[in-house]
């Protein structure tokens, strides 16, 4: 079998620990959020609902399809459309659509009607983000569109989900007002005779710090993979580890420049490794001059500006043998980087890391314990 020159090793045990957490902290409601390739994570649905997760968020319909195309049969919302989204296939897959205005709401009965079928929609209110979500000076006139479609029995609204802003800073006073307009917004649907029953306020960040707690399904993404935004808990575990394998390795003398315009010159003699990763793999060009990655167990400096392709290691006084894995980031059992150091060298969050690792990079689950990683196993020979 090929092996690939860079693996992303999804540590699928870190991920049914955080989820398990995350059941608690839900008090057993929780939907989880796998958009985006499950952050980067790829298929760990499965995972995720023998966790404890109820249902499943995503942002588009083909994400909600691509699911149910692999046989999730559980609960899935998507609440990220625009008028032209195939709401048809997203009805005949039972899938839960959120709607932020008149619009969405029109295309979603529209199809419901041509389908012979009742769409289950979740009205959006904006609480104060300022980006997704019903403006609330428009939220009564979406309610009683939303009961005018009810009585024609193309609709009906069976939630109500909001997202807050600065959720991750618990003394920020946006908090309260944001609670008080999703309150408001549950008030006036009810008001206006409907009936929905899945309130969701809370995302990571709101869950961790307990500002969204109170109202119902608790819609976790990143916490599901070890980041808190919010900093308030320390046992979340970080569920990926990336590697890459020397391709060549010399001795260099003082003096030797590195890469494009020389951003570094060796100012010793040194060894240098080239990593056949670069910034068309998802490691950020702004963390050059910045980064290091864990080598036969110890720091080493990455030099001289990222490429697209490649990378290269300043490794001292040790020459490595071309096949050497190197571990770029993971969750620190080794003392390798951390995503989170990463983010920090790139002036980034942690999701934006995990986020950009790319297509060229072998994806691979792992069930056990991460000193499995093969970048642990091989800390001193070549392969
Ligand atoms: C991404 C997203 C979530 C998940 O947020 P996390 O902070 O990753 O838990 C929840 N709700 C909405 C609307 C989102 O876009």
């Known amino acids: 079998m090929r092996t690939p020159a860079s693996e992303l090793i999804i540590h699928d045990d870190a991920i049914r620990a955080n989820t398990a957490r995350f059941h608690a902290l839900s008090h057993g409601r929780l939907m989880a959020v796998v958009k985006a390739d499950a952050f980067g994570h790829g298929d760990i649905v499965p995972s995720v609902l ?30 990220l ?14 899938i839960d659509l959120a709607v932020p205005n008149g619009e969405l709401l029109y295309a979603v009965a529209r199809a419901a009607h041509t ?4 769409a289950r929609v979740h009205l959006h209110i904006d609480v104060g983000t300022g980006r997704d979500g019903c403006p609330a000076r428009d939220w009564a006139n979406l309610c009683a569109l939303a009961r005018q479609y009810e009585a024609a029995l193309t609709v009906r609204v069976v939630g109500i989900m909001g997202h807050m802003s600065c959720a991750d800073d ?27 029953s899945h309130l969701h306020l809370a995302a990571t960040a709101a869950t961790l710090t307990g500002v969204g707690d109170g109202f ?45 315009g020389h951003d570094f010159i060796a100012p010793v003699r040194t ?17 050059s001059d910045h980064a290091e990655v864990l080598v036969r167990g110890r720091r080493r400096p990455l030099v001289g500006r990222f490429s697209m392709d490649m990378v290269v290691v300043d490794t001292g006084d040790m020459l490595l043998n071309p096949g050497e894995h190197v571990t770029i980031f993971g969750p620190r059992a080794r003392g390798e980087p951390t995503v989170a150091e990463w983010a920090g060298w790139s002036r980034t969050i942690e999701h934006e890391i995990v986020t950009r690792v790319g297509a060229r990079t072998s994806r691979i689950r792992r069930s056990v314990d991460t000193t499995t990683c093969r970048s642990h196993q091989d800390t001193g020979e070549a392969a």
């Open 216 to 260: 119902g399904f608790h819609r976790i993404g990143a916490g599901l993979f070890g980041i808190d935004p919010s900093h308030t808990i320390d046992d979340l575990r970080p569920a990926l580890t990336l590697t890459s394998t020397v391709v060549s390795a010399h001795e260099v003398p003082a003096g030797t420049g590195v890469g494009y």
């Open 170 to 196: 618990p003394t920020n006073g946006q908090n309260m007002r944001e609670r008080l307009v999703f309150q408001n917004a549950i008030r006036t649907a009810r008001r206006g005779a409907l009936n929905p």
């Open 115 to 118: 389908e012979g079928t009742t």
């Open 271 to 287: 060894h240098l490794a080239l990593l056949p990763i670069g910034y068309g793999d998802g490691l950020p060009r702004v963390a």
């Open 50 to 79: 023998q966790s404890g997760a109820d249902s499943i968020g995503v942002t588009s319909i083909e994400e909600a399809l691509r699911l149910r195309g692999q046989g999730i049969s559980a609960p899935i919302l998507s609440w």
């Open 81 to 94: 459309n625009t008028p032209e989204s195939d709401f048809a296939s997203a009805l005949r897959a039972n």
